[in-house]
């Protein structure tokens, strides 16, 4: 007789591990699967900072044709250089023009 309940307890004690094994395994998934939506904004924040910094300016550095983008008025502004076609500096220009995009921008949305 004591044979048969030892093997009971032994199944009631397997059966408790899984279910306490699958309620964690739940619980584990619902966390990892619940979107917080943070990860979406930050890489709209980065997709949005790449579309500015691509975008073309009306300053050429060197020649006319040749106008950079933000990026490289960035740079240029850090070296000293000046818009050759706008006979002002390329900080001057980029605290001109890169403010009212921003400016542009935030009204948009």
Known sequence: MKLDKKGQQEIVGFVLIVVLVMV??????I??????????????????????????????????PDYDEFEDLFKSCYVGDSCSNLNMSACAYLNESFGDVVSALMESE
């Open 31 to 64: 966390i990892s699967v619940r979107d917080t939506g943070e990860g979406e904004a930050a890489v709209g924040v980065s997709n949005t900072l790449d579309v500015l910094m691509r975008m073309t300016t009306d300053c050429a550095i060197s020649y006319v």
């Open 24 to 29: 964690g395994l739940m619980v584990f998934l």
